[in-house]
């Protein structure tokens, strides 16, 4: 999420959603009676003396709503608001009726609000960790598989293949290939990206001087123990000692411990631990939650929406930490076999 403008004194974030788990965040955050500001499409209806009743012309407008109703649709990575109009660009518009906007990745907004929250403000201002993102790259001669991760959402990018033969000549140079792989890793960049290569022998270290140059110094670090390539090597590479120590305070890391440790209580039979929206919800305003992982595809369970952002806000009202897994990663399918939730409990709730 690209934070544009923030002033929780006057009441107002301007903001550009970037990704689906921006979308969970904006759930959570935008409630009924706040406003938000975005460009939408209306259709104004002429009422001239030749105009057909049933047609209308749909023009782009700037609007201002008071939200009634927030839903999420993960499934198709948008969030649907609807609302009254108190605000208009264009003076055709009638501020009397309803209007409803769809955000998804790549929408600007802004969202004012009477007063946020110690939570609002830390659902716009997570830690610095959190937000971290890396560019994973597993490369050897023939292939190389480009991808991002961030919070705990895997994204390969594109997959590379060299045309090389597979000993080194004089008439096949890599420089080509080389500067590929470097322009594609440049182009997916973002300011603060951490870039981590991996593959087998040495020809990712090539590699990686040509993306630190090409990134005019940036750090690229170089991994060993990968044998993998390509899309496959993108998705083992989160899972090897190396990287798991590299990204030991990300998002990621955490949530493949949180779920390993879910797993661990279960098999025990630990008390301190619960999982099922309705447990969990049970034991949020307690204080009991010590960390959640909810999935992606939870709905797929049929929970109630609201309920679970409640249930999800109470936690870390109560200082509890949340994260929303990937579902399909490992640790995400696992979250989604409990029902799409789980929770860690600082003390037993059973009598």
Request: glycine share 8%; hydrophobic share 40%.
């Amino acid at each position: 999420m690209i934070v544009n403008e923030f002033n929780p004194k006057h009441g107002y974030c301007s903001l550009t959603i970037e990704s689906a788990e921006d979308l969970w965040i904006l759930r959570r955050l935008i409630a009924k009676g706040d406003v938000i500001v975005t460009r939408s499409s209306r259709v104004i209806k002429k009422e001239d003396e030749y105009s057909r009743p049933d047609r209308g012309e749909r023009v782009k407008v700037a609007l201002a709503l008071s939200v009634d109703e927030v839903h999420l649709d993960s499934s198709i990575e948008r969030v649907r608001v609807r609302g009254t109009i108190v605000e208009a660009s264009d003076e055709t518009v009638t501020k009397a009726g309803s209007h409803s906007v769809t955000l998804s990745p790549g929408h600007a907004l802004t969202i004012r609000k009477r007063a946020w929250t110690p939570l609002d403000i830390r659902l716009v201002r997570p830690s610095e960790e959190s937000t971290t993102r890396f560019i994973l790259v597993t490369v050897d001669r023939r292939e190389a598989g480009i991808g991002t991760l961030g919070g705990s959402h895997l994204s390969v990018v594109t997959t590379i293949e060299s045309g090389l033969g597979g000993k080194m000549g004089e008439e096949q140079s890599p420089k080509p290939y080389l500067s590929k792989v470097a322009e594609t890793v440049a182009q997916v960049y973002q300011e603060g990206d951490r870039v981590v290569l991996a593959g087998p022998g040495n020809f990712k270290n090539a590699v990686a001087n040509q993306i630190r140059e090409r990134l005019k110094g940036k750090d690229a670090a170089v991994l060993e123990g990968l044998d993998i390539t390509g899309s496959d090597g993108v998705r083992a590479l989160i899972k090897t000692p190396g990287f798991q120590s590299l990204a030991r305070d990300s998002v990621m890391v955490e949530m493949q411990q949180l779920v390993a440790e879910v797993v661990k209580r279960v098999s025990a039979g630990d008390p301190k631990v619960t999982y099922t929206l309705p447990r969990v919800a049970e034991a949020a305003p307690t204080g009991a939650v010590e960390a959640c992982a909810v999935s992606d595809d939870v709905f797929a369970s049929g929970v109630d929406e609201t309920q679970l952002v409640d249930t999800l806000n109470a936690i870390e009202g109560k200082g509890g930490s949340v994260y929303l897994a990937d579902s399909s990663m490992e640790f995400g399918k696992q979250v989604s076999s409990f029902g799409g939730i789980v929770a860690l409990l600082r003390y037993s709730l059973r009598v």
